[in-house]
């Protein structure tokens, strides 16, 4: 290993296991081999524009584009001139072929009721709900935010607002009513989807009352419509509240689609920054709705006859995406679920798999570590043969994880697509297409056609080879964020200010001698050891490799002679307790897996870590913890509040 140089991090990980895909698996597929791949990517690498522009003839256009692309950095305008719908090209598109009565939507419901849409159905409901939200005054530019269960209507009522040119903000059904009404404020909301409440483990989410407390503080919210889910009383406001079904009973099921500019705002969601105020990510019509499409049928292989199951809600962008608007405009069938996977038991997920057939299982490193966790047993009761392709995104895998998820839910046959994007990004743009690309554990492989990414050191200049460094894409993409609603200069400055003309994503990464990317963490949580920089996936890792470890996190705290010592926070495995000699074999173990510069100074054992409502542990937390300091900054996306009380009491 070398030494590190400026605004370099030291790679230590070393993973040199290769999986191939079958060759049945890549004669079925879309792109077949990495030569097809290599050509693709080349091709669009030469000209972007004319690259995506031939793409864009897959959507429909009320009216054709006149350009592909108007780039006046960092703002990009996609497919100038053009008009389309994409509630149009999620579901009209298909009623003229044989999709029109194949199931859009399969939904299971916590308590096991389930419901099916086929796309006219689907069709139906969401023209009836746009006419819902005309006779309450919404409509072009109005912005409409969602606070509800994963339910179907909350799938109706997005693609509702897409289809009358109304901007949908979904809040995630966890978020609590100061969050709410922060988000109704900044995106000045005019109304609000809710429902009575949620089921939750079998308990009962406040929704309605958090909307209620929230909308004592949303001065622009008008209007409330409520979805009667769970069917306990719920007190109702005369004039402001509506139920949905009594609306819906009156509503005509004819709305033709609205024809809308290619640039119209199509969502806004709310991701947390590092500290502060969250921000407001702005997707836009054409540009988005033809990225989903591609990433979908690219990375998934999505088939006719796929069930598709992507396990994130819908209140994260990883659930607009690839549950919503990716799946749909591919003509596929999208599975939801609307509760825990542990309710009843902990094989709730597994059980699915096998009820419904799932095809392709699209879940989140958090989720396959807590199943290994509760156990292989949970697993070995179901037969998971209809799975034939998996996928990974929200954080890195650990190889370890990898290979459980590989081994025990893939049967050692479905291939893993480890997809790297984020909420800015609008959909994938690094993964394995996996008739194609060879997997690495813990790699996301390659970029998708028509994405440039490189890395760079802090002065902007490539970083030598393999060496990690700043993530940055060096040309815009069609599903990019357009902007940060209503701050211009946030958005230049978060991403377009430190390395110029790229998008500087906010994670480290390296690029392997064969081309594989390896995601490193958020810029942020990089620690410096005695002048070694590390990135904290490395530590996490070979801990997560030793059999006692379910969980782990790394973080830095102040040390005077190292500058920063490593303190690690470490969920165990069942059937192990925590003890000094644990301790002392799992410092051992990181000396032997990746070197003695990196053994933890202090490692704390902890029943659960703190997490974001989408999985990702929050390290800012942990790293105040560790330098025993107060807790600064936003922590309204924390999953749960009590993990940092039991955080702080764990301390010896
Ligand atoms: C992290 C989720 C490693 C990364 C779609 C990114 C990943 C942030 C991966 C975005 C992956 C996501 N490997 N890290 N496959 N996927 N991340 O906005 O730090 O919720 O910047 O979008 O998650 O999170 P977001």
């Given at each position: 290993m070398s030494e590190p140089r400026g605004g370099q991090i030291v790679n230590v990980m070393k993973e040199e296991r290769l999986f191939s895909p079958s060759p049945e698996f890549s004669a079925k597929a879309r792109i077949k081999s990495i030569e097809e791949y290599e050509r693709l990517w080349k091709e669009?690498?030469?000209?972007?524009?004319?690259?995506?522009?031939?793409?864009?003839?897959?959507?429909?256009?009320?009216?054709p584009f006149d350009k592909v692309l108007e780039w006046?950095?960092?703002?990009?305008?996609?497919?100038?001139?053009?008009?389309?719908?994409?509630?149009?090209?999620?579901l009209d598109v298909h009623l003229s072929t044989p999709r029109r009565n194949k199931a859009a939507l399969i939904w299971?419901?916590?308590?096991?009721d389930t419901r099916v849409y086929t796309y006219q159905m689907l069709h139906t409901e969401v023209c009836k709900f746009a006419n819902v939200l005309k006779k309450l005054g919404i409509g072009q530019g109005d912005v409409v935010s969602m606070y509800m269960p994963m339910v179907p209507e909350l799938v109706i009522a997005m693609l509702a607002c897409a289809r009358i040119g109304a901007i949908h903000c979904v809040i995630f059904a966890g978020f609590s009513s100061e969050a709410i009404a922060e988000r109704n404020r900044d995106a000045s909301a005019k109304l609000i989807i809710t429902a009575d409440q949620g089921w939750r483990r079998g308990a009962k989410l406040p929704l309605k009352a958090n909307v209620d407390a929230a909308l004592e503080k949303s001065p622009t919210v008008q209007k409330c419509v409520v979805l009667k889910r769970v069917g306990d009383?719920?007190?109702?406001?005369?004039?402001?509240?509506?139920?949905?079904?009594?609306?819906?009973?009156?509503?005509?099921?004819?709305?033709?689609?609205?024809?809308?500019?290619?640039?119209?705002?199509?969502?806004?969601?709310?991701t947390s920054g590092s500290t502060g105020k969250p921000k407001g990510v702005k997707h836009t019509t054409a540009g988005y709705n033809l990225y989903a499409k591609k990433t979908?049928?690219?990375?998934?292989?999505?088939?006719?006859?796929?069930?598709?199951?992507?396990?994130?809600?819908?209140?994260?962008?990883?659930?607009?995406?690839?549950?919503?608007?990716?799946?749909?405009?591919?003509?596929?069938?999208?599975?939801?679920?609307?509760?825990?996977?542990?309710?009843?038991?902990?094989?709730?997920?597994?059980?699915?798999?096998?009820?419904y057939?799932?095809?392709?299982?699209?879940?989140?490193?958090?989720?396959?570590?807590?199943?290994?966790?509760w156990g292989d047993h949970w697993v070995d009761q179901h037969d998971l043969s209809s799975l034939r392709l998996l996928g990974s995104v929200g954080e890195g895998i650990n190889p370890e994880a990898w290979m459980w998820y590989y081994e025990k839910i893939g049967g050692s046959r479905c291939p893993i697509v480890d997809t790297w994007w984020q909420t800015e990004t609008g959909g994938i743009m690094m993964s394995p297409l996996p008739g194609a690309i060879p997997l690495k554990p813990g790699s996301c492989t390659k970029p998708l056609p028509g994405i440039i990414p490189e890395i760079v050191a802090e002065d902007g200049k490539p970083v030598e080879p393999g060496h990690g460094g700043w993530l940055v894409i060096a040309k815009p993409w069609p599903g990019m964020l357009r902007g940060i609603w209503g701050d211009d200069e946030r958005y230049k400055i978060q991403y377009w200010s430190d390395v110029k003309g790229k998008y500087l994503c906010g994670d480290n990464a390296r690029c392997d001698a064969d081309g594989y990317y390896w995601i490193?963490?958020?810029?942020?949580?990089?620690?410096?050891?005695?002048?070694?920089?590390?990135?904290?996936?490395?530590?996490?890792?070979?801990?997560?490799?030793?059999?006692?470890?379910?969980?782990?996190?790394?973080?830095?705290?102040?040390?005077?002679?190292?500058?920063?010592?490593?303190?690690?926070?470490?969920?165990l495995a069942s059937g192990y307790e925590p003890s000094d000699e644990l301790r002392k074999k799992l410092r051992d173990h990181v000396r032997k897996e990746i070197g003695a510069f990196c053994v933890p100074d202090d490692i704390r054992f902890t029943t659960a870590l703190p997490k974001t409502r989408s999985g990702k542990i929050m390290r800012r937390l942990l790293r105040d913890i560790a330098a025993g300091r107060q807790t600064t900054g936003d922590t309204t996306t924390l999953e749960d509040f009590s993990v940092l009380a039991r955080l702080r009491s764990d301390e010896e």
């Open positions: 669009s690498a030469a000209d972007i524009p004319g690259f995506w522009g031939k793409m864009a003839e897959e959507l429909h256009w009320f009216k006046n950095e960092p703002f990009a305008k996609w497919f100038v001139g053009g008009q389309t719908n994409v509630s149009y090209n999620c299971e419901g916590e308590p096991g009383p719920a007190p109702m406001k005369e004039g402001r509240d509506f139920w949905w079904h009594d609306l819906m009973a009156e509503a005509s099921d004819v709305c033709p689609a609205q024809p809308m500019d290619s640039e119209a705002p199509l969502f806004i969601l709310y979908t049928e690219w990375v998934f292989d999505v088939r006719d006859e796929d069930v598709f199951w992507c396990t994130a809600d819908v209140g994260w962008i990883t659930g607009h995406t690839y549950i919503v608007y990716g799946p749909l405009s591919a003509g596929v069938t999208t599975f939801v679920y609307e509760g825990a996977p542990n309710a009843p038991r902990e094989d709730r997920w597994w059980s699915l798999i096998e009820k057939k799932i095809n392709i299982l699209y879940t989140a490193p958090t989720a396959i570590r807590t199943f290994i966790k490193m963490g958020r810029i942020d949580d990089v620690l410096n050891v005695s002048g070694h920089r590390l990135s904290t996936i490395e530590i996490e890792s070979a801990l997560v490799s030793h059999e006692a470890v379910a969980e782990a996190a790394a973080v830095g705290r102040p040390h005077e002679i190292k500058g920063e010592a490593v303190a690690v926070f470490v969920t």
